[in-house]
């Protein structure tokens, strides 16, 4: 007997149906951020990167041009299972001397033939950062009237642009929209930034945009790197906002102070709000953007999306970014992990643990728990990946690319 076989046994004597969960895997998309090729430089404005985010680590290779990028891409996506989406932000824009504030179709079209190739649909951020347009650390809650206008042109071009890659790809496109603007210190007036971005939202959504194309999701974060004191957008403000909208808010589990969940939030907003959205992250003490593992918390919130019947209704996409190791490694480990915490996820007896929960067993709940943990999963993994024509070991590939592609740049 093989040892799936053999996995297949053990699982279908704790009531998991492995074949059923490797088929409902290979259904749920991904949406692979592209910023991982190059720590979030981007093509259109040659600044460093700014906004309370940063890259550490000088690791040789990195994608400087639209190309290699798209190379990286390539290769990165060949090492990952499952259905993928590209998720991209507007300093990817291609072309000479390039307006955030007047973004046009043409500066997209290389990443749209890109993912027509690939078969994946796209995922958009207008970049509220690293852009000589920010001032004092601020975009769309600016006290400066040309400050904000031309952040909220920006965010109407990249309304339009979101339904353009809708349209070009027949993928709907989620449209992430994020601003750093916050305050190092204690400020004098919390309010007043924040219903300046409420204002400039509201400009931005006024553009008319198709919402069975174009989602358009409100990320929330409650400080950065030098906006130790407040943020404008914070989870309140992000929720709230959405609701009165009618948008999708999107937690990134690098975005709360270390001891709140962002699995525990989950079903909340899933009572509340047709869909959500993530950015799956690994944070450490701070918002460190480190490279997704097989952890704890992922598997936590992979388990709140599965048993909560909710793989359709929210949108998964990766961030982080680390400049220390190899780049293409850290995107496929990280995506892997998505995977196989949601692999994870799915071969849980739900049912019977919920229960033994309603039941109030909390004993034989945990025991069933732990006994979970150690259950072969890895044998179930290694199927699905063979099933998606893959393997388990990538890291021989991606030495050889490094050696072959990365290294000769
Ligand atoms: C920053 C946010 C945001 C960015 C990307 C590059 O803290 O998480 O999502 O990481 O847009
Ligand atoms: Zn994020």
Known sequence: MSRYEEAKKIYAAMGVDTDKAIEALKNVTVSVHCWQGDDV???????????????????????????????????????????KKLNIHACYAIGENIDRSDLKVEHFKPWVDFAKEK??????????????????????????????????????????LSQYFAEETGVPCVMNIWIPDGFKDIPADRLAPRARFKDSLDEILSVPYDKSKVYITLESKVFGIGLEAYTVGSAEFALSYADYKGITPLMD???????????????????????????????????????????????????EIVRNDALDRVFIATDYFDA??????????????????????LLQPNDKLKALQEANDMTALMVLQEELKTAPLGDVWNEYLASEGMKNDYLEDILAYEKDVLLKR
């Not at 975009?139 to 206008?149: A, F, G, I, N």
């Open 119 to 160: 078969g994946v649909g796209i995922d958009f951020n207008p970049t509220f950062f690293s852009h000589p347009m920010v001032k004092d650390g601020l975009t769309l809650s600016s006290p400066d009237d040309e400050v904000r206008k031309y952040w909220i042109k920006h965010g109407q071009c990249c309304v339009k």
């Open 41 to 83: 430089v981007g093509f259109d404005s040659g600044e460093e990167l700014s906004g309370g985010i940063q890259t550490t680590g000088n690791y040789p290779g990195k994608a400087t041009t639209p190309a290699q990028l798209m190379q990286d891409i390539d290769k990165a996506f060949s090492l990952m299972p499952g259905k």
């Open 253 to 303: 589990n690098g975005h709360y102070h270390p001891t709140e969940m962002v699995s525990d939030k989950i079903s909340s907003l899933l009572l509340f709000n047709e869909k959500i959205a993530l950015h799956v992250t690994r944070p450490m003490r701070w918002d460190s953007d480190h490279v997704v593992l097989f952890d704890d918390e992922t598997k936590e919130i992979a388990k």
């Open 324 to 345: 220390s190791i190899n780049r293409i490694s850290a995107w496929v480990t990280g995506i892997r992990n998505v995977h196989k915490a949601l692999l994870f996820a």
